[in-house]
């Protein structure tokens, strides 16, 4: 019960909807309570992941809804309303004004949360047993910067030519009672504190569990590491999620070099205690199921870091059976390339799509939601092996992009015929737009591809030249600079 309190108290102040960041992240509770012992430390870093899984942040609106309204990934059944005015970049309404400043706000919350524990762990080194305390700590700092990047992704520049004196975005590193203490940075000291973060979260987790057991003990709650709190390392900021957050960071920023680098140790990463890959591409008989073993469209195996929510069914159906988000079957066709590669796992057999005429004629997306079988997803994938594959294809030699296209497209089921076809830049352009749309529909990612290159104009599922990369700060926040 006292780790129950604990986690409630931490997840509802970092989530709290009063006066422009009133925050208080640790609630009603003192301080020095909070952080007597391992338990309270552990609540509250729980307690920022309850808050990334929420509506306002990963739970929708920054995976399925906006970043895919924006990509136009999604076409609109009305005219009106807050997916209409994200998909026309109209943020001038209040519908929008509004899901932009939750969001802005959520982030800020689940930052402070971060900042508390932060502020308080070193003193408190000799509560911690089994090696906890460079694991939170590590988390922690590693959520940090993960956060603050992905704010920078959406409220800040395009990142091709962009002036790094110029102001970005406020990077918090002190718990913020009010908007006046949360003041933009200009860019280039946002990515340095971003790497910072990253680099001291990576020193921290070398000894993360990950690393020295398999996911199927991992998640399996027993026979593994003593301390429970060990497991299910792929549901927290592990050691892997850092390197995988630094091959995004240094691919935004146009250092391949360092990029490349990251997402190959992700790939290669193997368990010491078996010698195995730690994670493996998603395959038919993982995504489409055998008798031993359950569909499962999330791809899981893939999973290098990703958010637990049960309530996520709540706010998937109506998002897709009554919400205003549509695409048609068309357009879905011809971004699978399914007239060529009619095999891949990704559109076979109506797995992901399928064409509904009841309660309106629809193409329905099935990777969160299945309409027949009512199963819903209880997880959100944040990052996946496929990017690093799709890093390292970017951002390496052309011949190991040719490699790793051939172990993505055998893993996909796709068709041999693009074999050896990335000849040029343009050709790994081109094959990734279409890989990036296939893979990450619904999470989010193509709108940050699109970004990074500054796409203009987007052409699929229709030409679109009023394309905007940067959400506008919040009217509160802009008060206060």
């Not at 305390?133 to 910067?145: P, Q, S, V």
């Not at 997880?379 to 970017?394: C, D, G, T």
Request: aromatic share 12%; hydrophobic share 40%; proline share 4%.
């Amino acid at each position: 019960m006292k780790k129950l309190f604990i986690l409630l108290c931490a997840a509802s102040a970092m989530t709290a909807c009063g006066d422009w960041l009133d925050v208080s992240p640790l609630g009603e509770v003192k301080e020095t309570d909070m952080y007597e012992n391992e338990e309270g430390f552990q609540g509250v870093l729980t307690g920022a992941y309850v808050a990334m899984a929420a509506a306002d942040l990963y739970g929708k609106a920054l995976t399925i809804q906006v970043p895919e309204l924006l990509a136009r990934n999604w076409d609109v059944y009305s005219s009106t309303g807050l997916e209409a005015n994200i998909h026309d970049y109209d943020f001038e309404t209040t519908a929008a004004k509004l899901q932009i400043a939750n969001s802005w706000h959520a982030y800020y919350n689940a930052i402070a949360g971060l900042n508390s524990l932060l502020a308080a762990i070193d003193e408190k080194q000799e509560v911690f047993t089994s090696g906890n305390y460079a694991l939170i700590k590590g988390e922690a700092k590693g959520l940090r910067a993960f956060l603050h990047f992905d704010v920078l992704r959406l409220w800040g520049p395009v990142p091709l030519g962009a002036d790094a004196a110029a102001l970005a975005i406020p990077y918090v590193e002190e718990v913020a009672r009010g908007g006046e203490e949360l003041l933009s940075l200009p860019l280039g000291t946002v990515l340095q504190k971003i790497i910072a973060d990253l680099d001291e979260a990576e020193t921290l987790l070398q000894d993360d569990p990950i690393t020295r057991y398999s996911r199927a003990v991992l998640n399996n709650g027993s026979g593994g590491p003593a301390d429970e709190y060990h497991y299910y390392r792929q549901n927290r900021f592990n050691l892997l999620a850092v390197k995988a957050t630094k091959a995004r960071y240094y691919q935004w920023i146009d250092r391949q070099d360092l990029a490349a680098r990251y997402a190959r140790e992700v790939i290669e990463a193997v368990v010491s205690s078996t010698g195995s890959r730690v994670f493996q591409l998603a395959t038919e008989e993982t995504v489409g199921g055998t008798v031993s073993v359950d569909a499962d469209l999330l791809m899981s195996v893939e999973h290098v870091f990703a958010l637990h929510n049960p309530h996520f069914s709540g706010i998937m159906e109506p998002f897709f059976f009554v919400g205003n988000c549509k695409q048609e079957l068309e357009a879905i066709n011809t971004a699978y390339e399914k007239s060529f590669h009619s095999d891949d796992i990704r559109c076979k057999t109506n797995r992901y799509w399928e064409e509904l005429q009841s309660p309106r004629r629809q193409a329905v997306f099935k990777k969160f939601y299945d309409p027949t079988t009512k199963v819903s997803a209880t997880v959100m994938p944040l990052i996946r092996l496929a990017e690093m594959y799709f890093i390292v294809m970017e951002c390496g030699p052309l011949a190991e992009a040719n490699e790793r296209l051939v172990d993505f497209r055998v893993a996909r089921v796709m068709s041999s015929s693009i074999d050896n076809s990335l000849a040029s830049e343009s050709d790994v352009h081109s094959r990734l737009e279409k890989e990036y749309r296939k893979e990450f529909y619904g999470e989010g990612q193509m709108f940050y591809f699109y970004k990074r290159h500054d796409t203009r104009p987007i052409t699929w599922p229709t030409l679109v030249e009023n394309v905007v990369y940067r959400l506008p700060r919040p009217e509160q926040q802009t008060n206060f600079e």
